[in-house]
C-alpha cells in the first residue's frame, strides 16, 4: 500500500504543478471545474449512494450560474469581485458553523442526519468557496505577472502539506490527548500542535525571504495560522460525514489514496479562509 501510495504522489505532484504554473487561467478554471465535480461526486457518497450524479449536477448547475455572473476575468476587476466576496464569506461562515458539529458529533448528527438536502447544502458551501478560492488566488495579480498568484497559491497549499507532514512527526512522538475521538481517533492535540508549528516556521521563511513589508507580512501570517487550523477541520469534517456513512475513503480515484475529497479535504477550508483573513487583515 505505501509503495502504491507513493507512485501515485509522485503522478500527482508533477500534475498539480504543471496545472498551478502552466495552464493559461481559462485553463486553470477548467482544470479546478473538474476537481470540483469530481469532488462533488463524491460528497454524493455521503449524502445518498444512490444519488450521486444528482448531487454532482446540483453543484455543476451552481456553478455553472455563478461563473455566468462572474467571468474569470472579471474575479479581480476593481478589486474582488463582489459576488466572490459573498461566497468565500460564506464558505468562512459554514466552517465556523461546523466546527460545533464536529466538536458534539456524535450528538450533532440529530440535525443533519435524516436530511439530505442539509448534507447537499454543506457539499455546496463546503466545494463552492473551495472553488473559487482556487481561481482567487491563481488570478492575483495576474495581468502583472502570470505567476505571481501560482507562487501565491503554492504556498497556501504547502502551509497544509506541512501541517499535515509536521501533524504526522509530532502525533508520532509526542502524542498523547485524542484532539477529538469520535470523529477521527488518531488525530492528537500534540499533533495538531506540531503541524500548527511546523506551518508557521514555513511562513516565517516565506515572508523573510520575499521580503514583504512588515503590514503584509502580519496579515499573511495571522491568514496562515487560521488557515492552518482550518485545514484541521476541514479533515475533521469529512472524516465526519465518512464516518456517518460508513466510509473509509470517500472514492477510489487515485490508487493508494483513495478520492479526491480524501487530497482535498484540508485544502476545501484552508483556501477560503485564507483569503478571507488576509482580506480583513487589510491587504486583499
Same mark, same amino acid.
Given at each position: 500500500?505505501?509503495?502504491?501510495r507513493i507512485?501515485t504522489?509522485?503522478?500527482?505532484?508533477?500534475?498539480?504543478?504543471g496545472a498551478?504554473f502552466?495552464?493559461?487561467l481559462?485553463?486553470f478554471? *477548467?482544470?479546478?471545474?473538474?476537481?470540483y465535480?469530481?469532488?462533488?461526486r463524491?460528497?454524493?457518497?455521503f449524502?445518498d449512494?444512490?444519488?450521486?450524479?444528482?448531487v454532482?449536477?446540483?453543484?455543476?448547475?451552481v456553478?455553472?450560474a455563478l461563473m455566468?455572473s462572474?467571468p474569470?476575468?472579471h474575479i479581480?476587476a476593481?478589486?474582488?469581485?463582489g459576488?466572490?466576496d459573498l %461566497?468565500l464569506?460564506?464558505g468562512?461562515?459554514?466552517?465556523?458553523c461546523?466546527? $460545533?458539529?464536529v466538536l458534539?458529533? $456524535?450528538a450533532?448528527?440529530a *440535525?443533519?442526519?435524516?436530511?439530505?438536502?442539509l448534507?447537499?447544502?454543506f457539499?455546496? *458551501?463546503?466545494?463552492v468557496?473551495?472553488?473559487?478560492?482556487?481561481?482567487?488566488?491563481?488570478?492575483?495579480?495576474?495581468e502583472q505577472?502570470?505567476?505571481?498568484g501560482?507562487w501565491?497559491?503554492?504556498f497556501?497549499m504547502a502551509?497544509v502539506w506541512?501541517?499535515?507532514t509536521?501533524a504526522?512527526?509530532?502525533?508520532k512522538?509526542?502524542?498523547?490527548?485524542k484532539?477529538?475521538?469520535s470523529v477521527s481517533?488518531?488525530?492528537t492535540?500534540?499533533?495538531?500542535?506540531?503541524?500548527?508549528?511546523? /506551518?508557521?516556521?514555513?511562513?516565517? %521563511?516565506v515572508?523573510?525571504?520575499v521580503?514583504? $513589508?512588515a503590514a503584509?507580512?502580519q496579515?499573511v501570517?495571522?491568514a496562515?495560522?487560521?488557515a492552518?487550523?482550518?485545514? %484541521?477541520?476541514?479533515?475533521?469534517?469529512?472524516?465526519?460525514?465518512?464516518?456517518?456513512a460508513?466510509?473509509k475513503d470517500?472514492g477510489?480515484i487515485l $490508487?493508494g489514496?483513495?478520492?479526491?475529497m480524501?487530497?482535498i479535504?484540508s485544502?476545501?477550508? /484552508?483556501?477560503?479562509i485564507f483569503v478571507v483573513v488576509?482580506r480583513?487583515?487589510g491587504q486583499?
Amino acid at each position: 500500500m505505501l509503495k502504491l501510495r507513493i507512485i501515485t504522489a509522485l503522478c500527482l505532484i508533477p500534475v498539480v504543478l504543471g496545472a498551478i504554473f502552466m495552464l493559461p487561467l481559462p485553463f486553470f478554471a *477548467l482544470f479546478a471545474t473538474a476537481v470540483y465535480l469530481l469532488a462533488g461526486r463524491e460528497w454524493g457518497h455521503f449524502i445518498d449512494a444512490g444519488k450521486t450524479n444528482v448531487v454532482m449536477v446540483f453543484l455543476a448547475l451552481v456553478l455553472v450560474a455563478l461563473m455566468a455572473s462572474v467571468p474569470i476575468e472579471h474575479i479581480w476587476a476593481d478589486g474582488l469581485h463582489g459576488w466572490i466576496d459573498l %461566497v468565500l464569506n460564506a464558505g468562512a461562515l459554514w466552517w465556523l458553523c461546523a466546527l $460545533p458539529l464536529v466538536l458534539r458529533y $456524535p450528538a450533532s448528527r440529530a *440535525l443533519w442526519q435524516g436530511r439530505p438536502w442539509l448534507k447537499a447544502v454543506f457539499a455546496l *458551501l463546503s466545494l463552492v468557496p473551495f472553488f473559487w478560492s482556487l481561481l482567487v488566488l491563481r488570478s492575483y495579480q495576474y495581468e502583472q505577472n502570470p505567476h505571481y498568484g501560482a507562487w501565491l497559491l503554492l504556498f497556501v497549499m504547502a502551509l497544509v502539506w506541512a501541517a499535515d507532514t509536521g501533524a504526522y512527526f509530532a502525533g508520532k512522538a509526542l502524542g498523547r490527548h485524542k484532539l477529538c475521538p469520535s470523529v477521527s481517533p488518531g488525530k492528537t492535540i500534540e499533533g495538531m500542535i506540531g503541524g500548527v508549528l511546523a /506551518a508557521c516556521v514555513l511562513a516565517l %521563511v516565506v515572508t523573510q525571504a520575499v521580503a514583504l $513589508p512588515a503590514a503584509q507580512t502580519q496579515a499573511v501570517l495571522l491568514a496562515s495560522v487560521v488557515a492552518v487550523l482550518a485545514s %484541521v477541520l476541514g479533515d475533521l469534517v469529512e472524516s465526519m460525514f465518512k464516518r456517518e456513512a460508513g466510509l473509509k475513503d470517500s472514492g477510489s480515484i487515485l $490508487p493508494g489514496h483513495g478520492g479526491i475529497m480524501d487530497r482535498i479535504d484540508s485544502l476545501t477550508a /484552508a483556501l477560503p479562509i485564507f483569503v478571507v483573513v488576509y482580506r480583513l487583515a487589510g491587504q486583499g
